[in-house]
């Protein structure tokens, strides 16, 4: 049974950082491709940054391109999502979300291509 479990959420004020990581458990991580999503109150589920299964590719939705970064340790077993420049529609919990189909290959934004959710952890970004 393949666990996610992520952690690093948090408040922070508008402009700040954030790094988010995503434990995997039960299978290696290498096996999958990583994504990193985001639902705001209301609002529907979105896609934030996928990355290929060494980490050789990495894709970004455009609200956050160019603040955040997703990377990959397959040898601790974690994703990470770096977050900088927050503001305050960056407000969501976020979640992470493993793939093990065309998504280890290349990275997919798209939520259907993932088969692994974890729980999810809050970010708050204050004005």
């Known amino acids: 049974q393949v666990q996610l479990v992520e952690s690093g959420g948090g408040l922070v004020q508008a402009g700040g950082s954030l790094k988010l990581s995503c434990a995997v458990s039960?299978?290696?991580?290498?096996?999958?491709?990583m994504g990193w999503f985001r639902q705001a109150p209301g609002k529907e589920r979105e896609s934030v940054a996928a990355?290929?299964?060494?980490?050789?590719?990495?894709s970004y939705a455009d609200s956050v391109k160019g603040r955040f970064t997703i990377s990959r340790d397959n040898a601790k077993n974690t994703v990470y999502l770096q977050m900088n420049s927050l503001k305050p529609e960056d407000t969501a919990v976020y979640y992470c979300?493993?793939?093990?189909?065309?998504?280890?290959?290349?990275?997919?934004?798209?939520?259907?291509?993932?088969?692994?959710w974890g729980q999810g952890t809050q970010v708050t970004v204050t004005v």
């Open positions: 979300a493993a793939g093990t189909g065309d998504g280890m290959w290349r990275p997919i934004l798209s939520a259907v291509e993932y088969d692994y």
């Open positions: 990355i290929n299964w060494n980490g050789g590719r990495t």
């Open positions: 039960g299978r290696t991580l290498s096996s999958y491709g």
